[in-house]
């Protein structure tokens, strides 16, 4: 595994507890899709979009745009200074929330994947981190901001690396309401069998590398063809920002130690909290 990035798109550090682990932030996955954009047919020149108001009619430039929000037929202008009013994060951690059983991870609340690289003189809070959650079979549930948004993610083991894969809110995940799976259908055992036969002789190990993009692949024979013509096309690619990254524990040991002291303490003080308080006595005259 390669981060084929050269510059990483988010620098920091895993924090859980008093350790802290210094990182870089890698994109783990790539579209291999071919930008293609419109032309004229008869001599190849660009068609471009024009930012034209639909109210006057006038072109706008950049500086005269704003953002907005329409409901109801009401629309609600934010402008540059509204959105700069919004406090902004920009914390440089990523805080261990919790651990949960990687189970619980259901596959759809995953969005992005991102490698993290250890940053630090030593990777060995780094390795220590990794090889835990592997012998633990846990995900770390995190919280950190990037490009000025407070995410949620799951951070978890990838091979010989660390993986935080973003995770979609609850409310961005839709129900699946259809009236069909509210009837009542009978399977009798035989069919049940049948399919599970069927599951059977199809069952193997999954390797990706045995699978092709079809179109992809085609369309780039296409391309190829095509530039023997002499025709060109040029596409422009965006990197991300590099900052500087966090500092490093140099006693590892004394800060998970101190760690679980402090966890304990935690949990001791809420439980006592939660404890009835006891009634007081009175005495009896004698």
Known sequence: ???EQKRPVWTGAITFGLVNVPVKLYTATS?????LHQVHDKDGGRIRYQRRCEVCGELISYEHIDRAFEEDGKTVILSDDDLSSLPAEKSKEIEVVEFVPSEDINAIRLDRSYFLEPAAKSPKAYILLRRTLDATDRTAIVRFSMRQRSRLAAL???GDALMLQTLLWADE???ADFPALRESVKISKQELDMSALLVASLSTEFDSTRF???YHRQLQELIQLKLQDGDALSTPTDEGEETDAGGEVIDLMEALRRSVEQTKATAKKATAKKAPAKKATRKRAS
């Open 1 to 3: 595994m390669k981060a």
């Open 31 to 35: 579209q291999h899709d071919v930008e």
């Open 156 to 158: 978890r083991t990838f």
């Open 173 to 175: 995940v839709r129900e």
């Open 212 to 214: 092709e993009d079809d």
